[in-house]
C-alpha cells in the first residue's frame, strides 16, 4: 500500500492537471431529487504524453480526483517532431469533427478550448486545429484523443521492425 502511494505521489508530481468542464446532473427519484456531477479532466507531462477522464460523483472533489485517476491510466504517447505534429489527421467522433495540423514554429496553439486543453497539456507548441460538427466539450476532447492516437499509431507503423 505504501509503495502504490508513493507511486501515486510521484505521478501527481509528473503531470499538470487541467479541469476542463464541471457538469452537473439531478434525476427525481421517489425520495427527492440525486444531485451527482461529473468532471472532465486532462492531465499531461508536456513531454509528449496525455490522457484525458471523466470521473463521476456526489460531490465535485470526488469527481475530479476520479477523472484525474482515469486520465492518468489512459495516457497516450504523442509523436512531437520540433515542437508540432507530423502530419494532418481528420477525425470523426460521433457527432464531433476535428482537424490537427502542424503549424510553423512560433505559430502558437491556434485551437479551441477543449483541443488547446488537450494539445497544451501533451507538449504541442505550435498546431493549428478546426473543431467542426459539435460544440460539446467532452466529444471535442474525446475526438482530439483519438487524432492524436492515430498519430501515435501512423508512427508506430513507420518504425523499422528490429534486427534478428
Known sequence: MRKQQMSLQQSIDEFDE???KINRTSKKTKGGNNVGFSALTVVGDRKGRVGVGLGK?????SAIRKGLILARKHLVRVPIVNGTIPVRV??????ARV?????PPGSGIIAGGAVRSV???AGIQNISSKVLGTRNQ???VYATMEALRILAARQEAKKPLPKA
Do not use: R
Not at 460523483?57 to 472533489?61: E, G, K
Open 119 to 121: 494539445v497544451s497539456k
Open 99 to 103: 482537424m490537427l495540423k502542424p503549424a
Open 138 to 140: 467532452l466529444s471535442n
Open 18 to 20: 487541467q479541469v476542463v
Open 57 to 61: 460523483a456526489p460531490d465535485v472533489s
Open 90 to 95: 481528420d477525425v470523426k467522433l460521433g457527432a
